[in-house]
């Protein structure tokens, strides 16, 4: 810490003040009549030599000027800058320990909140004496309650992002914590052709509860959301979940294959690491076997932005009625593949969202088999791609569409996601 007195006293240094202007800086701040700490008068040169503490600065400067150290102040809490919080750090550190009982943390960082007349009295000296060196009061504690805080406890500090910041409330004499989020990545397949993918808040009510949603406030009693986040928040403690899948199945779409990627994150969790066998037990247990995820690993939040930008194909497996003609659909697929599709916002989704216009790429269509009343296909497109309207044309508003080709009215009677290409398949 700078504010005691250092095991060794710093040596006169010679050259301390022999930046251009640092001399006559520091008579000036010498002659100042404010009731400082050495602390706080030191660190108006604090950006002035390397590898002094504060007070060590003050000394140096002294002994270069061959001037009187300053008088002590009687009590540290008559400092003008600090009222005396360098000195009371040890408490600190006891305020924060205990503003983080009941957390588990590994990494934290310090903040903390200073009277702004006290930060603007600290400008005003560095103008008054004519310091470019000066280290704000605030900056210099924040370093200072890190370094205590993490030789008490052994834990890093200045760690991005870390589990824990710690505000130091001066004024109030008040710790208080901000919790991060802890984040899993996986990998889910849905098996359940009436589950959406997150919470879906009623649209009637928007979440509040009323007769039509019979109180919950859902569209859909579940979804993969809740039965993959409520195992693992309430093993981590926390207060909520945010599920951030790559894209989205039609909730009557099952996802099957390796599944989808996805991130679940955890908002204020009292546990950081999760015991990850017992969290896939209770998911598994809580889902019946309507949801399964694997590859469940902690991961960094900047994996929400990898996930959610990711634009992979998919490979569909498609259903469609009447059945279709192996030959016939041999010829139209060589007309569609690779050719651009012009699709207008489906009519099933244009009620909440834009109606726009976009072009889609289908990579490939392929036949698999058939039986009296329906055809299976294969069908790998570009993200974003609708599928359902690529068999049935939506009225015209996808272009061209396999029904169009092959002239036969074709609907969608079953659609699975057989494989999100996200780049991480097995060989
Ligand atoms: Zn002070
Ligand atoms: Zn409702």
Known sequence: MSSGPPATPASPAPGFLSEEGAASVASKLLARSERLCPECRGRTLGRLGH???????????????GAPLPTPLENPEDCELCAGAFDRIPRWVERCRAAAEGWEWATFRCGSRWDPERLAREEALWAEVGSSWGESV???????????????????????????VFLADVPAGLASITVSPIFYYGR??????????TRWPCRACHGKGCTRCEGTGKMYRESVEELVGGPLLSLAQGEGHAFHGMGREDIDARMLGRGRPFVLEISRPRKRTLPLEEGLRRISEGAQGRVEVEGLAPCTGGEVERVKAARPDKTYRVVVRPSVLEEKLNEVRLVLEGRPLEQRTPTRVAHRRADLRRLRTVKSVRYVTSDAESSTLEVRAEAGTYIKEFVDGDGGR??????????????????DVLEVHDGAEVA
């Open 188 to 197: 889910y397949r849905k098996l359940d052709r009436t589950l959406p993918q």
């Open 51 to 65: 590898g002094y503490s504060n007070p060590e600065r003050l000394r140096a400067a002294t002994s270069e000027l």
């Open 138 to 164: 605030r900056t210099a504690f924040n370093r200072e309650l890190g370094k205590a805080l993490s030789s008490a406890t052994g834990k890093p500090g200045n760690v991005d992002p870390p589990d824990l």
């Open 398 to 415: 996808t272009r061209p569409s396999l029904s169009e080709l092959l002239g036969v009215a074709l609907k969608v009677q079953a659609l």
